[in-house]
């Protein structure tokens, strides 16, 4: 082929990886993403409470198992999952050792608000207004869930909504094994 170069090579192995990554993005499996934070230190969270402004700071709960879900009021999977998430802290409501925090991503606080009053709402919520704590957590979209254990390690990511066989999984081979754990020891 007359005039074809090296560069022409090169442009075109190029322009094939831009097709390549393009056809991924989508009708890849967003939940095939590597979880690259599992088994490392859960970034600690400082922010404010959504209904009272109180500063909420993760490491106050060491010794506890965590459940950190982020969702907004404009995400529809959030809406599918909520029932779930609410079953997830009724069940484990009167143990000392567990808690849960709704993280509100990228959100209008009043928006947010509607939403659990219409949704309801049996566990506490902060702020992440500007989305540095997603970041922190590599959320990659809402909703999210991570669980930290009682040492304060991120041991489970969930991508995409807690419903059927994935609730079923996070609270029989995630959650009750973490609670079943020793914890902190002085």
Known sequence: MKGFSIWHAFLLIGLLGLVMLFYQGLWGDPTA???VIIEEAAAEVVAPDLYSGDEFRLSEHLGKV??????ASWCLECKLEHKFLLAIQKRY???PDFVMYGVNYQDKPHLAKAYLEEYGNNFAHVVDMKGKISIDYGVYGVPE???IDKKGIIRH???GPILG???SNLLENVIDP???EPGLTS
């Open 93 to 95: 409501e009167n143990r």
């Open 178 to 180: 973490l609670l079943n």
């Open 33 to 35: 993403l590597p979880p």
């Open 165 to 167: 066989d994935v609730y």
């Open 145 to 147: 869930t991570f669980v």
């Open 157 to 159: 990511k969930q991508i």
């Open 66 to 71: 965590v459940v950190l879900n982020f969702w």
